[in-house]
């Protein structure tokens, strides 16, 4: 009574396995072949539809030579194969050339199972000798500590900051989306709305909120806007804030905007912003070495004499623009010597003229049309404040003098620490 109950699941397995296996070669008239397999339910008398690798496809009856099953040829070939590593991946090639691809990696399976050191299996299975250890790219990999993160394999430490970087990214987003809408109210002439907008900006505490109110409130906002950037900054701590801060004091063409920030790094005194002030010291523009100058006064200390010292006299080059009252002097057969020169934030230097006749001393305005490059050696007014003010000591712009008075003083120093 039990052995019709065992045979029904074999007769099952025995009856599926050849669908499951099938790979039909269907040979078309005139030449040329589809393998696949022959999806009956779907074929008709008119047509037949073959899945294959690629998807389904349809060709008429009448384009059709002869279909041939493979079902019955895979069973004679596997019926022949002997269970060793050898017959069991001639087996697995046959299946390849059969496009009967899950038995393919199956046979190979089952052939390192038989011979684990069968290097041809091993490496159609994605295996390569590791230290002398088959093992696929994704187990290496794994072994070696690493993960894998969005279709690459890299250290924990890379994946967690990578999922930290894009938290910060989408952060910077959220910032730009509000910031975007608060400036708008700011722009409103509703009392009520610009007050709301002030609130919520005046509330950031944020570092990650630096770049947007920059891009936004900075690079692209009105004078009112830069100005409560300034407050904004000052209510934020971190390298980002105390940067724009700088840039500010620094670089903006409104005093008010400089003071006001200026004023705020007074509390933010470092070795990294006293570095970053210094640095200023050699800008292309004369008013930004001053300003500099000027910054350093208030947070300056012995370690940057040296540098203040340098930048006493500094030489710049700008581009000069004649007025057209300039140009019709100069076509008159006036020349003209400049008097006063004064660069704006534009970096374009503008000159007060004296006549002369012989348009000797300073600078001559020919018969050209084009702006004109000059070079001129400016001493720096607010260096030389700020060094009087940290040294107590005045020598005017004499460079010279100045480094011999440092040297003296460092060696006296030196002097005093060794005995």
Same mark, same amino acid.
């Given at each position: 009574?039990?052995?019709?109950?065992?045979?029904?699941?074999? &007769?099952?397995?025995?009856?599926?396995?050849?669908?499951?296996?099938?790979?039909?070669?269907?040979?078309?008239?005139?030449?040329?072949?589809?393998?696949?397999?022959?999806?009956?339910?779907?074929?008709?008398?008119?047509?037949?539809?073959? !899945?294959?690798?690629?998807?389904?496809?349809?060709?008429?009856?009448?384009?059709?030579?002869?279909?041939?099953?493979?079902?019955?040829?895979?069973?004679?070939?596997?019926? !022949?194969?002997?269970?060793?590593?050898?017959?069991?991946?001639?087996?697995?090639?046959?299946?390849?050339?059969?496009?009967?691809?899950?038995?393919?990696?199956?046979?190979?399976?089952?052939?390192?199972?038989?011979?684990?050191?069968?290097?041809?299996?091993?490496?159609?299975?994605?295996?390569?000798?590791?230290?002398?250890?088959?093992?696929?790219?994704?187990?290496?990999?794994?072994?070696?500590?690493?993960?894998?993160?969005?279709?690459?394999?890299?250290?924990?430490?890379?994946?967690?900051?990578?999922?930290?970087?894009?938290?910060?990214?989408?952060?910077?987003?959220?910032?730009?989306?509000?910031?975007?809408?608060?400036?708008?109210?700011?722009?409103?002439?509703?009392?009520?709305?610009?007050?709301?907008?002030?609130?919520?900006?005046?509330?950031?505490?944020?570092?990650?909120?630096?770049?947007?109110?920059?891009?936004?409130?900075?690079?692209?906002?009105?004078?009112?806007?830069?100005?409560?950037?300034?407050?904004?900054?000052?209510?934020?701590?971190?390298?980002?804030?105390?940067?724009?801060?700088?840039?500010?004091?620094?670089?903006?063409?409104?005093?008010?905007?400089?003071?006001?920030?200026?004023?705020?790094? &007074?509390?933010? !005194?470092?070795?990294?912003?006293?570095?970053?002030?210094?640095?200023?010291?050699?800008?292309?523009?004369?008013?930004?070495?001053?300003?500099?100058?000027?910054?350093?006064?208030?947070?300056?200390?012995?370690?940057?004499?040296?540098?203040? =010292?340098?930048?006493?006299?500094?030489?710049?080059?700008?581009?000069?623009?004649?007025?057209?009252?300039?140009?019709?002097?100069?076509?008159?057969?006036?020349?003209?010597?400049?008097?006063?020169?004064?660069?704006?934030?534009?970096?374009?230097?503008?000159?007060?003229?004296?006549?002369?006749?012989?348009?000797?001393?300073?600078?001559? =305005?020919?018969?050209?049309?084009?702006?004109?490059?000059?070079?001129?050696?400016?001493?720096?007014?607010?260096?030389?404040?700020?060094?009087?003010?940290?040294?107590?000591?005045?020598?005017?712009?004499?460079?010279?003098?100045?480094?011999?008075?440092?040297?003296?003083?460092?060696?006296?120093?030196?002097?005093?620490?060794?005995?």
């Amino acid at each position: 009574m039990s052995r019709p109950r065992i045979l029904l699941p074999i &007769l099952t397995i025995l009856l599926l396995a050849p669908v499951a296996l099938r790979a039909d070669v269907v040979h078309k008239r005139g030449g040329g072949f589809i393998r696949g397999r022959v999806l009956d339910d779907e074929s008709n008398e008119k047509k037949l539809v073959i !899945k294959t690798k690629i998807g389904k496809q349809t060709v008429s009856r009448s384009q059709v030579l002869r279909i041939e099953r493979t079902t019955a040829a895979y069973q004679a070939e596997a019926t !022949k194969a002997k269970n060793t590593a050898e017959d069991q991946f001639a087996l697995a090639m046959w299946c390849l050339e059969h496009d009967m691809d899950d038995e393919y990696e199956k046979l190979l399976e089952k052939v390192i199972q038989l011979d684990p050191n069968h290097a041809e299996a091993r490496r159609r299975l994605g295996y390569s000798l590791y230290n002398g250890v088959w093992m696929t790219r994704e187990e290496y990999k794994k072994s070696q500590g690493m993960v894998k993160y969005k279709g690459r394999y890299v250290l924990p430490q890379e994946r967690d900051a990578a999922i930290r970087d894009a938290d910060r990214q989408d952060q910077r987003r959220e910032y730009f989306r509000n910031i975007r809408v608060w400036q708008k109210w700011l722009r409103q002439d509703r009392p009520e709305r610009r007050q709301e907008a002030t609130d919520e900006l005046l509330a950031i505490d944020d570092p990650l909120a630096v770049e947007p109110l920059l891009s936004l409130l900075g690079e692209k906002g009105q004078d009112p806007e830069r100005r409560l950037l300034v407050e904004v900054l000052k209510g934020i701590e971190g390298d980002e804030s105390t940067a724009a801060l700088l840039r500010a004091a620094l670089e903006d063409s409104v005093s008010g905007h400089r003071d006001a920030a200026a004023e705020a790094l &007074l509390d933010r !005194k470092s070795p990294a912003l006293l570095a970053e002030v210094t640095r200023y010291l050699g800008h292309s523009n004369n008013l930004a070495v001053n300003r500099a100058g000027e910054l350093l006064g208030e947070i300056g200390d012995e370690t940057i004499y040296s540098a203040l =010292i340098e930048a006493l006299v500094t030489r710049h080059s700008y581009v000069y623009a004649p007025s057209f009252a300039d140009k019709a002097r100069s076509l008159s057969g006036y020349s003209y010597s400049v008097r006063t020169m004064q660069v704006g934030p534009d970096g374009i230097m503008r000159g007060t003229y004296g006549g002369t006749t012989g348009g000797s001393g300073g600078l001559t =305005i020919g018969g050209g049309s084009g702006k004109q490059v000059i070079v001129k050696d400016f001493n720096n007014r607010e260096v030389l404040s700020s060094l009087y003010k940290l040294t107590n000591v005045n020598f005017g712009y004499d460079k010279e003098r100045w480094r011999r008075w440092l040297a003296e003083n460092q060696q006296q120093k030196a002097a005093t620490l060794t005995k």
